[in-house]
């Protein structure tokens, strides 16, 4: 197993030419939260998420690995497992991988097992397993700064020479130690004499041989983590755990709501200046009307949001890198058993406050089929960053800031937190009725690895929050900037006289009279009904639209997006578009996932009807109720 | 040390990981659940013959947290309940 090329029997090192570059794929495999994706972009110089709690990866990525010499080296990324007796998709995933089933995937030459070296006893127990693949490999124990800040030890040499592979220490945190896997790549790193390895057959036997090897290699286990069990203490406790938790949400949303503002302000000054200087530079024609009322006021209208969302985020990357979302999940445990799902749900579901795609990926990790359907179909009801634009937009036009709860919480920041609460109950009620009906099965046990508290590092949460604006760039230069453009030319035809009619006469203002009927007992006219038309592709959208629509009329262009909604909207229909947003299902690339992950359209389908109904009943009443 | 999955009433008599106090410590005996969901608790180190002690729980008291091992595990009671601990 010592021998690089061997990986395999029969003729195939005959018929390869001498000299070419061999290629290979080496995949990197270990329990969940050993630091797999740390390692990788340690390796390739790629970016894959990674945070501080179990099952973060759940599906493979693939890159180059970054090495001086002219090696073509892939590197595989794969989820955590704790065997090879998979039990969830993620796990399947690895499964696969490593021997060879994925599609698309060759079967690895090597392997890279990572494993974290201040849990080594435990960690062992996967290497009988990986060790048994016969595949070239390299073991890595990770988070080796830890193991020594914590007082303990392991002797790298004797446990190589237990398991007959290569060892090496390595924090994959600092860079520490990475430089031997690089030499593990390019085949220059000693490889001990192999070793013959028990066959085991059960749990309990893989247990005591990984006990013995890191007897035999010197391991003397770290001191407890004892910041971890004073924090837990506090968040975990009866009275002061519910507490911490209430007084964090407060302040996130005050924060996202009242400190972003001066940030926002900045942007849509900026905004506001690079549209007036477009105008003046351009001559005045079809195209300066193009650019500067179609595509800047959309895109501009949006990109004003850029400094929330990434606030919002920054208190997302906070929880997940700390290691505080895994204990909010067994708070919520218990809340999560009533409507028949499970802890491990409430992980994806967190993660929707950003985004219900990566979500929906998420619930990979629950085990029982039909809990992970229940996630998915609710999910989306999550209020997700994409909805955060939409929200500000309306609160700002229609409610008054003043303080609600002392200086903690003022009127908008409760405003928004309540219509948090409002997509969260929509989903706990959903979970529900579809647990109890369609997908009712017999309870699934939780189980969840507590990750000690971490520090989260600048680096982490300052590259995640870089790679969420560019993100967010990206969907305002494509889907919102094609969306402007559609539009704008929709609302310049046809040409009355050689000049763009009225926008009521319009094309856009054609089909938006059309629908009018249909959304009018919701308070909407048929301005609001263009945007909810266009926001079938994503819901911030209906932002940069309404912007586009009141910048191509002429008596509001002084006037800001705020101002004119007030003209066009009661209180009642502002209410009911806020509720409307927050259940119906806009959003194409999350019926795209959903349909990926369940294998077909109907469950997409449901979900989508179930939505948009739920949406416009309850909009509905909330107009009725208020007018 | 015997090893058993059956799904049989819990023993009365034999303590269970349920009836751990705080910080209280126990050495598993075996486990009554399916073999598969077995498997995967000793994976995660609830071994016959292995210390496991209570620690923190959620606010309202389930799931708790067990230590095993240097690592720290939640489960819920009606798991815990059936991790039987071996008698003193």
């Not at chain 1, 079967?107 to 990986?130: E, K, M």
Request: hydrophobic share 45%; glycine share 8%; proline share 7%.
């Amino acid at each position: 197993m010592s021998d690089c090329h061997g990986c395999g029997s029969g003729p195939q090192t005959a018929t390869r030419p001498a000299r070419a570059t061999v290629h290979r794929v080496v995949a990197i495999v270990g329990p969940p939260n050993s630091g797999k994706s740390t390692l990788f972009n340690r390796l390739t110089g790629l970016r894959q998420k990674t945070a501080n709690f179990p099952g973060v990866t759940v599906e493979h990525h693939v890159g180059k690995a970054h090495l001086p010499s002219h090696h073509d080296i892939d590197i595989v990324d794969l989820p955590g497992i704790y065997s090879l007796n998979p039990r969830s998709e993620d796990e399947q995933v690895s499964h696969d991988a490593l021997h060879g089933k994925m599609p698309g995937l060759r079967r690895p030459d090597g392997v890279i097992l990572v494993l974290d070296a201040t849990n080594l006893s435990r960690h062992l127990t996967l290497a009988a397993n990986i060790l048994s693949l016969r595949l070239p490999t390299l073991v890595v124990l990770n988070m080796a700064d830890d193991l020594h800040k914590r007082g303990g030890t392991v002797d790298a040499e004797a446990l190589a020479n237990e398991l007959g592979a290569p060892v090496v220490l390595v924090s994959a945190l600092t860079g520490e130690g990475v430089n031997a896997v690089g030499r593990f790549l390019t085949g220059g790193i000693a490889v001990p004499r192999p070793v013959e390895l028990p066959v085991l057959q059960d749990v309990p036997a893989c247990r005591q041989w990984a006990r013995q090897v890191s007897r035999e290699a010197g391991y003397t286990h770290p001191t407890p983590p004892l910041w971890t069990r004073r924090l837990d203490s506090v968040f975990l406790h009866p009275f002061w755990g519910p507490v911490v938790f209430v007084l964090v949400v407060g302040t996130v949303f005050q924060t996202v709501f009242t400190g972003a503002r001066p940030l926002m302000e900045g942007v849509e000054a900026l905004v506001g200046w690079v549209g007036g200087g477009l105008r003046l530079m351009l001559p005045d024609n079809w195209l300066r009307s193009l650019l500067v009322d179609g595509v800047w006021s959309g895109v501009g209208a949006v990109i004003v949001f850029l400094p929330q969302i990434l606030m919002l985020f920054l208190f997302i990357a906070l929880l997940e890198d700390s290691g505080y979302l895994a204990r909010a999940a067994v708070i919520a445990d218990k809340t999560m058993a009533r409507v028949g799902l499970q802890g491990k749900s409430f992980i994806p579901l967190l993660s929707a406050y950003a985004c219900a795609v990566p979500a929906i990926m998420a619930t990979r990790t629950i085990e029982s089929k039909r809990d992970r359907i229940a996630t998915i179909l609710i999910a989306p009801f999550m209020t997700c960053s994409a909805r955060l634009p939409v929200y500000t937009l309306i609160i700002a036009a229609f409610i008054p800031e003043k303080p609600f709860i002392g200086p903690l919480l003022g009127t908008r920041a409760a405003a928004m937190l309540s219509l948090y609460v409002l997509g969260f109950i929509a989903a706990v009620a959903t979970a529900k009725v579809l647990k109890s009906s369609v997908l009712k099965s017999e309870k699934t046990p939780f189980v969840l690895e507590m990750p000690p508290y971490r520090m989260p590092t600048l680096q982490s949460v300052g590259l995640r929050l870089m790679d969420r604006a560019a993100a967010f760039l990206k969907r305002a230069g494509t889907v919102i900037l094609g969306v402007s453009v559609v539009l704008w030319i929709l609302a310049s035809i046809p040409l009355v006289n050689g000049a763009a009619p009225p926008i009521e006469h319009s094309l856009a203002g054609t089909l938006g009279r059309a629908i009018e009927p249909v959304i009018k007992p919701l308070g909407f006219n048929w301005k609001i009904g263009i945007g909810l038309i266009t926001s079938l592709a994503a819901r911030e959208v209906i932002v940069g639209t309404l912007g586009t629509i009141y910048g191509m009329e002429p008596d509001k262009d002084a006037v800001g997006l705020q101002k004119a909604l007030q003209n066009d909207l009661t209180l009642g229909g502002a209410v009911a578009l806020l509720v409307f947003f927050a259940f119906a299902m806009q959003c194409m690339s999350t019926l795209a996932v959903v349909r990926r992950e369940t294998g077909g359209w109907k469950w997409p389908v449901l979900q989508f009807t179930y939505m948009g109904v739920l949406a416009y009943i309850c909009a509905f009443v909330a107009f009725r109720l208020l007018s | 040390m015997q090893l058993s999955f059956k799904k049989r009433s819990v023993k009365p008599g034999f303590r269970t990981l349920a009836d751990l106090s705080e910080n209280e410590e126990g050495l598993v005996e075996r486990i009554d659940l399916p073999v598969d969901f077995a498997h995967r608790l000793m994976e995660l180190g609830f071994l016959p013959g292995h210390p496991v002690a209570a620690a923190r729980s959620a606010p309202s008291g389930d799931p708790r947290v067990f230590r095993v091992d240097g690592t720290e595990i939640a489960l819920r009671r009606e798991t815990a309940r059936h991790i039987l601990l071996r008698r003193h």
